[in-house]
């Protein structure tokens, strides 16, 4: 099993609050990415950074800011939540010599 | 064109059945390849890598083509708990990003009693 965790699990709040959401990995990785996935829908890099402050962002445009002040921590930060933010958000690491990806469990957020 | 293509799917199947998934990629330059298996509602998960010279694990056996950039994954024997959305997964390399990875879009596969 991976040692990448996320929290929380689920979150329904209401539009215009500011949100981080949490994501550490146990592991020593390097590198970490955030990807956003809509229901039935494929994985869309969002964020990813290759080492501590180092941040980029991903395939996909998003609202969405990240910091990375600890190897082994990767938190996610939306300043005013919309509902077109309503998704489920995955955090995943890798190793210095690998391209394989761990996943956590990811977020699913609902913006009312 | 999408980076990597999958089968459209959904394939069910019945139990026992032998199903394949096909999977292409646009980048030549692509060097690792993977299939990831996500159940529904739960993070994808590594199912197994693929090597040039094909490799099996179990019932699943994954093949590559270099030549045509094309991935597949065979199950024999399906089981209900191979019901899933299987991921087809290269990484693409690009300036400065060298190790991301491109996830297709998955073939969703159940496997009926």
């Known amino acids: 099993e991976a040692d990448i965790y996320q929290t929380p699990r689920y979150l329904v709040i209401g539009t215009g609050k500011k949100i981080t959401l949490e994501c550490s990995q146990t592991?020593?990785?390097?590198?970490m990415y955030w990807y956003q996935q809509d229901p039935g829908m494929e994985l869309h890099l969002i964020h990813y950074?290759?080492?501590?402050?180092?941040?980029e962002k991903g395939d996909l445009s998003s609202e969405s800011t990240v910091s990375r002040i600890r190897t082994e921590h990767f938190p996610l930060t939306l300043e005013s939540a919309r509902p077109s933010h309503t998704s489920q958000y995955l955090c995943?690491?890798?190793?210095?010599?690998?391209?394989?990806?761990?996943f956590g469990p990811g977020t699913r957020l609902t913006v009312l | 064109r999408k980076e990597v293509e999958q089968d459209p799917g959904p394939f069910n199947v019945p139990e026992g059945a032998t199903v394949a998934f096909n999977c292409t990629y646009s980048?030549?330059?692509?060097?690792?390849f993977f299939w990831y298996r996500q159940d529904c509602r739960k993070e994808p998960k590594l199912l197994m890598s693929?090597?040039?010279s094909g490799n099996e694990d179990g019932r699943f056996t994954a093949q590559l083509n270099r030549a045509s950039q094309y991935i597949s994954l065979l199950i024999r024997d399906s089981k209900l708990s191979d019901s899933a959305t299987y991921l087809c997964?290269?990484?693409?390399?690009?300036?400065?990003?060298?190790?991301?990875?491109?996830f297709g879009s998955g073939t969703q596969l159940t496997v009926l009693p």
């Open positions: 995943a690491s890798s190793g210095r010599l690998a391209y394989e990806q761990f």
């Open positions: 592991m020593g990785h390097d590198k």
């Open positions: 950074s290759y080492g501590v402050n180092s941040t």
């Open positions: 980048n030549s330059a692509s060097q690792s």
């Open positions: 693929v090597y040039s």
């Open positions: 997964v290269v990484n693409m390399p690009t300036s400065g990003s060298a190790r991301q990875l491109t």
